[in-house]
């Protein structure tokens, strides 16, 4: 996945610049990943969102079956 490019200035949102001659690399201040397409950094960001929304859907489904099977039996007792 990791194709050598021809060399780009890239900048980070912390304004350290560097040359990158990856699709995808780390800055070395803020250790944020910097992208040399603009699509791919969305991509990234897309990914991350939708990550975190199945990983609170999955954490929400958890608690309320813990809810529905363990605690409101033991409260009905």
Known sequence: MMTNLAPKMVECRCGHAF????SKAW???????VFYYEKDQRRHKLSNYYMIT?????LMFVMY???EMIARPLMSL
Do not use: G
């Open 19 to 22: 040359e990158s001659s990856k």
């Open 27 to 33: 800055c070395e201040k803020c250790c944020r990943p």
């Open 54 to 58: 199945m990983m609170a859907a999955a």
């Open 65 to 67: 079956l813990f809810v």
